[in-house]
């Protein structure tokens, strides 16, 4: 009698198993349902994946791989990129809705965007993003336009993270980029900081191949030292007069220098193994023979607009004339 008890009951067992495989368990298969913080932000996300937002799941989340925000004037749009749309975007793998009318109170729901790489930001009034920190595979992060915004110790706590823009805005301590040791492009256009602006990088960096810092009025370029890989360099409207710093950078391929206050461009003549553009617009040099050191076989591009104290160009005669942008037509001193 109890074997035959035993028998039924691993009958019953084995057909309940069949039947959960036969029909699937709704418990453990069902899609994952989204709890929104932000209603408009879970309307925007209906809208992305055509469906009401109730449905939208973690697994339509992370399926986004690029996120893109833009409020100016008429234009409120967010563009978002699918898997596979960074490397080779079309028409089926990326989408751009129109958000006007939408007002995001909380970025909350950026930590379902498990997936995410690529951030821009062009024109918003938000000012706290250190919700992007929940966003572990971040690689590129783009801010535009946006002077109120602040705090960015979070972009260490992005392992990813190779590329930073910052076009307005403040950023009280530049410390923050001295630990991302991954970064490789890091351009800070027009930034308030409230610290020396010279301090960035002055111990570590070795990483940057790029680096932009505009309309900052840095005065000297010491802090360089440290980025020996270096291949860009985009540093205006500022204060400098010492270009013995660069002498170190034998990988930099584009330098722009202009609106500063160069006399001497002695030290340029050391970057002519790599050297492909120079920008030197209203400097106040005027002696260009060490530029003639630079090999026309590489050089794409001298600009000297506005260079006002050049009153001999003969040096440069190597060029051609369509590799030297300011030089008087018809000059042939």
Known sequence: ??????????????CVAVCLSLTGCPRACAPSILDFADDDFAQLCGEIFDKDYKRVTAED?????????????????????????????????????????????????????????????????????????????????????????RGFDFLAELPKLYSFTL????????????????????????????IDPDYLLREEGTTIEELGYDEAMIMELSFLKNLVNLEELSITSGLIDD??????????????????????????AQLAGSLEFVDLTQSILSDVSPLAQLDENKITKIILDLCYGIEDWSPLDKFDPSQIQGRPTGNEK
């Open 61 to 149: 989340m992370a399926s986004i791989e690029s996120f893109g925000i833009l409020t100016y004037g008429e234009d409120n749009t967010v563009s978002v990129g699918f898997t596979g749309s960074i490397e080779n975007p079309t028409d089926t793998n990326t989408k751009v809705i129109d958000i006007t009318g939408l007002i995001f109170d909380s970025f909350d729901d950026f930590a379902y965007l498990t997936n995410l790489r690529v951030f821009t930001s062009t024109y918003t009034t938000n000012s706290d993003y250190s919700f992007l920190a929940n966003c572990k595979e971040l690689e590129v992060i783009s801010i535009y336009g946006n002077s109120e915004c």
């Open 243 to 268: 270009l013995s710093p660069l002498t170190g950078l034998s990988k930099l391929r584009r330098l722009d220098l202009s609106y500063n206050s160069i006399a001497d461009v002695t030290p340029i």
């Open 167 to 194: 076009e307005s805005g403040v950023i009280e301590d530049l410390s923050v980029f001295d630990s991302m040791t991954g970064l490789r492009q890091l351009s800070l256009n027009s930034v308030s900081t409230k």
């Open 1 to 14: 009698m109890n074997k035959r008890i035993k028998l039924c009951a691993l009958l019953l067992v084995l």
